[in-house]
């Protein structure tokens, strides 16, 4: 049986995914990027195939993506992650939901990326000028209220009142603005509440720039905080479709592409 690797690395995180010779998820790995992006990705790597029981011969193809792809040798190839993220997503949502509109949170930028009806891209869409709407954000935030982020979502629907606005769109000014709160007793669950309408806020207007279609996906690490969920599905008044493993979207993307490669280059 020969396997095709894809390994998203990311700023924060690298997440790998491996698919067999049926473009079926064999599995998959998430561990911290760390300051030596191509030393951790070799590493997780060679853990994920031994976890699998994969010998290394029978890895056939390889496609790098992300922040650091072009850092790791070994892959036969690297492609943009708004590629592999399209096409991740549509092998994750197959025969669930018929995708339009792809919505990403990675650690340190977003992305609204569109697609037509066969799923390629026809524009996207990113912010990577300011932490404010990213998961490194919610990871702050979850530092200074003094909890966990993977409890932000449980805080955000225990909150009784109006989420208050946090108005700055730097994250430094507004985690300024969180502490400001906090300093007047306002209460940490309307404070997340607050700040998952904040991110919300930001992300809708990310997407008008594509264009809102039916069809809404979204991955990433925040995909998983079902409060932040919720804030996006009620600013845009539509449902969204969360995948399974929301943060290996892209790692599924470029393993797919890998073997599509494979097949082209040895027919």
Known sequence: MHYFAGIDIGSTAIKIAI????????????SASGSMFYKYAKQALKELLNEL??????????????????????????????TANAMGAMAAAEGKCDIKTIINIGGQDSKAISLDDQGNVVNFAMNDRCAAGTGKFLDVVAMNLEIEVDELGEYHFRSKGTPLSINSTCAVFAESEIIGLL???NSVEDIVAGVHYSIAKRIIKLVKRVGIKEGIYFDGGPALNSGLVSAIENELGKEIFIPEFPQITTSLGAAILAHESYGYENK
């Open 19 to 30: 698919v067999d010779e049926n473009k079926k998820l064999a599995g998959h790995k998430i």
């Open 183 to 185: 300093g007047n007793n």
């Open 53 to 82: 029981g994969i010998d290394e011969k029978d890895l056939v193809y390889t496609v790098a993506t992300g922040y650091g792809r072009k850092l790791f040798k070994e892959a036969d190839e690297n492609i943009s992650e708004i």
